[in-house]
């Protein structure tokens, strides 16, 4: 069971870089009108706002490299818990900057998962 | 109460007590609650605790940088998001951490420790 939390966990993780990366926009596909993400402790709820503030980030092109991913049920919730920590490299920066991000995904009744809660850290040195 | 105060009050009372009462911890976690420490997988009061209290180092001292906390649906709970420096008694420098807390109220009107995942980051 926990191998398969871990899995799920893990492929989302992947997938939700590999759009951030290539694909911003479409991340909106991941959210719904209850999402609430704080980025750098500024709070947005909802996916057109959650949206907006994703591709109004000061960088064109970034790449996500990812060190850790830790996945764990959330009894309550009937969702999962996903921590993930790792370097972000911005186009026309020299160093990368190190992150720590949170997020909450619920089930969908299609059988996805969306993300219900989302945080956001820069780590710094 | 605002929510924003209610993670701080808990984030207080958690680091408080883990760093001069260790075993004290074991108010704040329940039969199901989960610890993910350093990619350890740890379930239940006890085991937890004891994972906690059997940690290499005797002493340390948390010191707290950011603190997010959203809601995390219908249930009441409340996801909150911290990071900080952790200085082990002896250790020359403090190591980085991020630490992810699932609370749950209970009907006593406080909150549990349903999910907890912890990770130094490294440089």
Redesign the interface.
């Given at each position: 069971m926990e191998e398969q939390v871990e899995m799920v966990g893990r492929a989302f993780v992947d997938h939700y870089y590999h759009l951030f990366d290539n694909d911003r926009s479409s991340l909106s596909s991941l959210y719904q009108p209850s999402s609430i993400l704080t980025f750098e402790g500024q709070n947005i709820q909802g996916v057109e706002d959650i949206s907006t503030k994703l591709n109004q980030l000061p960088f064109d092109q970034c790449q996500h490299e990812i060190s850790t991913v830790d996945s764990q049920l959330s009894a309550t919730t009937g969702g999962i818990m996903v921590f993930v920590s790792g370097s972000l490299r911005v186009s026309g920066e020299h160093h990368s900057l190190r992150f720590s991000q949170m997020f909450h995904l619920i089930p969908t009744l299609q059988g996805t998962l969306f993300v219900q809660n989302d945080i956001f850290r820069l780590n710094y040195g | 109460m605002d929510p924003d105060a209610v993670a701080k009050a808990f984030v207080e009372h958690y680091y408080t007590t883990f760093d001069s009462n260790r075993a004290g911890l074991a108010n704040l976690y329940q039969e199901?609650s989960?610890l993910?420490f350093e990619?350890q997988?740890t379930q239940g009061c006890q085991s937890i605790v004891a994972k906690l209290t059997s940690l290499p180092f005797q002493q340390c001292q948390h010191a707290i940088t950011?603190v997010?906390c959203?809601?995390?649906?219908p249930?009441g709970?409340m996801?909150v998001?911290v990071?900080g420096n952790l200085q082990l008694t002896g250790e020359q420098h403090a190591l980085?951490f991020?630490q992810?807390f699932?609370l749950?109220p209970t009907p006593q009107g406080s909150f549990y420790v349903?999910?907890d995942?912890f990770?130094l980051?490294y440089?």
């Amino acid at each position: 069971m926990e191998e398969q939390v871990e899995m799920v966990g893990r492929a989302f993780v992947d997938h939700y870089y590999h759009l951030f990366d290539n694909d911003r926009s479409s991340l909106s596909s991941l959210y719904q009108p209850s999402s609430i993400l704080t980025f750098e402790g500024q709070n947005i709820q909802g996916v057109e706002d959650i949206s907006t503030k994703l591709n109004q980030l000061p960088f064109d092109q970034c790449q996500h490299e990812i060190s850790t991913v830790d996945s764990q049920l959330s009894a309550t919730t009937g969702g999962i818990m996903v921590f993930v920590s790792g370097s972000l490299r911005v186009s026309g920066e020299h160093h990368s900057l190190r992150f720590s991000q949170m997020f909450h995904l619920i089930p969908t009744l299609q059988g996805t998962l969306f993300v219900q809660n989302d945080i956001f850290r820069l780590n710094y040195g | 109460m605002d929510p924003d105060a209610v993670a701080k009050a808990f984030v207080e009372h958690y680091y408080t007590t883990f760093d001069s009462n260790r075993a004290g911890l074991a108010n704040l976690y329940q039969e199901s609650s989960m610890l993910t420490f350093e990619g350890q997988n740890t379930q239940g009061c006890q085991s937890i605790v004891a994972k906690l209290t059997s940690l290499p180092f005797q002493q340390c001292q948390h010191a707290i940088t950011t603190v997010d906390c959203q809601p995390s649906g219908p249930a009441g709970g409340m996801i909150v998001f911290v990071s900080g420096n952790l200085q082990l008694t002896g250790e020359q420098h403090a190591l980085k951490f991020s630490q992810m807390f699932h609370l749950m109220p209970t009907p006593q009107g406080s909150f549990y420790v349903l999910n907890d995942i912890f990770r130094l980051n490294y440089a």
